[in-house]
């Protein structure tokens, strides 16, 4: 007596390609999710604890040239206070859309004056100093007349003394325009360097 054998055939045997559409919707599927996950972890880092950013123009030479790429520290002036020489990210008093790298050269509640291209710092006890300051490729000529800063003011100035526009020209700094200060620089690959223009 003969078997009936009924054969059972796989989908994808009789349409191959709706096991092709199957791949590719699992394909774009965990794209989607990868890129849901990614943001939600690069966003907030992006947002509150560093940054990028590209130099542009020579106010900071010989420390840093156009074209210098850096990660920006958000986070540690939430638990410390901004120190002279740090180099700093911000935003420009009068556009604050635009952002400048300078040097902090004056603190809050000191005086600063500058006297045949040199700083000279009096301090909250009236102590004064002339800062020695060993980053610059060389002393500018200029003075400038003693400024005032306040209790939330930052005196910064570029490197590159003779084309930097900062705080002789536009005024202080107010601490709430301070991005943070420059963590890494990352490129040129020859120059990476952790906190890039630090005092030694």
Request: no cysteine; net charge negative; hydrophobic share 40%.
């Amino acid at each position: 007596m003969e078997k009936n054998e009924t054969e059972q055939t796989n989908e994808s045997e009789v349409f191959p390609e709706a096991e092709t559409l199957k791949q590719e919707s699992s394909f774009w599927g965990e794209v989607f999710r990868f890129a849901i996950i990614a943001t939600l972890i690069v966003l907030p880092i992006r947002l509150y604890i560093a940054q990028p950013f590209i130099v542009s123009g020579a106010s900071m030479v010989p420390t840093f040239e156009s074209g210098d790429y850096l990660i920006v520290d958000e986070v540690s002036y939430r638990f410390e206070k901004p120190e002279r020489g740090d180099v700093i990210v911000f935003r420009f008093p009068e556009d604050p859309s635009t952002f400048f790298i300078k040097r902090i050269i004056g603190l809050p509640g000191e005086k600063i004056a500058m006297k045949g291209g040199k700083v000279q710092v009096t301090g909250r006890d009236d102590s004064v100093q002339t800062l020695d300051e060993t980053y610059l490729e060389d002393y500018p000529n200029g003075d400038f007349d003693t400024v005032l800063l306040g209790y939330d003011e930052y005196f910064v100035m570029g490197d590159n003394r003779n084309a930097s526009a900062d705080s002789r020209i536009w005024g202080a700094l107010p601490k709430k325009l301070i991005v943070g200060r420059a963590l890494v620089r990352l490129f040129p690959l020859s120059d990476i360097e952790l906190y890039p223009g630090a005092i030694q």
